[in-house]
């Protein structure tokens, strides 16, 4: 086998961790956080986009054996793949945040009681809990998808007025799934004891007969939500009251020991979600932030190498072991990559030149940048080889130029299906900095954009929470530093811009 051979079979993964579910697990190292998910000591995990949140989302779903030996249902409760559920509310959001809390804990004791029918539990309690929900007409057939029962879920609330509380008689639909009139026993506030006599029963009641529920069978249900910056527009009204409300909601869920909430989150949502205030933030002390350091990236990408049955036969290598020694994936490293993709004493090595290419202006590095640029790093090569081009000296796959040829496909890829795709918007003052040098002050950015200075401020402020600048400077004079990562697209000419 050559090297040719070898650049045509080897592939680093896809990306997106939804699009290689199959293969997931084969690149998987059990880490800390991992570990503490599974012992249900955290239950909120946030991370930057690309960071792997949505692979460990995956692999908990994927963990069947450990989930049956635990006693764990899990119920998603946001598409893995397609339209996200929530995304039909914002053709119709709810009025305000309490309408929309109250969708969520309607939503969750809809997938509960689902759950448990499916489960078979037949103790007094989960007759009684089956029954309130089937007499509400809030037991949804299994081959409900999860947008229509939202939609359903939804609807119920609407439909009364007041979302607050439900009174009267329901029928529904069969073949729209509408609901037609009302015959719920559903409230949302405190039962009085009018109330009570009435036979109505409060959704928190609910809450608590599901846990007596599990209690009893010795069950746990947790209740998986991902995807979330997809299912909202990014700041906005509907992203903020949607998000604030399901953390008043788990708030509300916190005092049931078997179930659970587990919401996986991107960083940069919590923080636009709590920037203004946001008390119930003093009460989630069950979360984790997902970070990634050099060890754990180099760590990821010889886990990918060895996914690869051509690249173990060509380094005649024993896979168990490298993946049991730092030391040896070092030195696999080496056999594959150049020591340098610039040469020269004070240049970086060929690991650290990748890190600082693959970051943003947080300084953070996302897995899956550093998969896409793998991947074209690849693809590059193999074109070179195929053309008929001499092949990397020694044991390396890769030549030095190669690194540089692969980089504006991240760049392009980084700005355009990342930034601008969430954050349109801003795509003008990125767009505006073509050709420009790499590093500017509030007053050079001013001029460029054509906004006084409190307005470049106020943007270069917003294109740093994003990762597009990084801040430097002083607090009363800071400078706004962009990122090897989007250089190649933007063609920026090192140095800094002038300020007159």
Partial sequence: ??????????????????????????????????????????DIIYGPKGSG??????????????????????????????????????????????????????????????????NDFNSKIAKKFISI??????????????????????????????????????????????ITGFSGRIIFEELGEEDAKSGKVSASELFNMAESVLQEADHKIWILLDRLDVAFDEASDLE?????????AYRDLRSCNNLILKIFLRTD???RISDSGFREATHLSRDLRIKWDKNSLKN????????????????????????????????????MFPDQVEVGEKQSSTFDWLIKRTADGTGQNAP???????????????????RGESEPDGTWLFDRATFKQALPELSEYRIVKVLYSEYPDLKKYIEALKTEKTEHTVLSLS????????????????????????ERGSRSAPSYWVPFIYRPYLNLVQGKADDN
């Fill in 368 to 386: 899956r940048e550093i998969i896409f640029f793998l991947n074209n790093l690849v693809e590059k090569q193999a074109q070179i080889l195929e």
């Fill in 447 to 470: 001029k460029l954009w054509n906004v006084d200075v409190t307005q470049a401020r106020t943007i270069a402020s917003r294109l740093k929470d994003i990762g597009f600048f990084e």
């Fill in 133 to 178: 929900m089937q007499e509400s007409n809030l037991l949804l057939s299994e081959t409900s998808t999860l947008g229509s029962i939202l939609k359903f879920v939804q609807s119920y609330i609407k439909k009364m007025g007041n979302p607050s509380a439900f009174e009267g008689s329901v029928s529904v639909g069969e073949a729209t799934g509408t």
């Fill in 1 to 42: 086998m050559n090297k040719l051979e070898v650049l045509q079979d080897i592939s680093f993964g896809n990306q997106i961790a939804e699009e290689e579910r199959d293969v997931l697990r084969s690149y998987f190292v059990e880490t800390n956080t991992w570990r503490k998910i599974l012992r249900n000591e955290i």
């Fill in 53 to 118: 949140k949505s692979a460990l989302y995956l692999l908990v779903q994927d963990n069947k054996e450990y989930l049956t030996k635990n006693k764990i249902i899990l119920v998603p409760a946001e598409n893995v793949r397609g339209d996200p559920a929530f995304k039909a509310i914002a053709l119709d959001p709810p009025a305000s945040e309490r309408e929309f809390t109250n969708i969520w804990k309607l939503y969750f004791l809809t997938l509960i009681a689902r759950a448990v029918n499916q």
């Fill in 300 to 335: 990821l990408i010889i886990r990918r190498v060895l996914g690869n049955d051509s690249v173990i036969k060509f380094y005649d290598i024993d896979k168990d072991k490298i993946l049991g020694s730092s030391d040896l994936q070092q030195d696999l490293f080496l056999k």
């Fill in 240 to 248: 903020r009251n949607a998000l604030r409300a399901l953390f008043r």
């Fill in 269 to 271: 949502i919590w923080e």
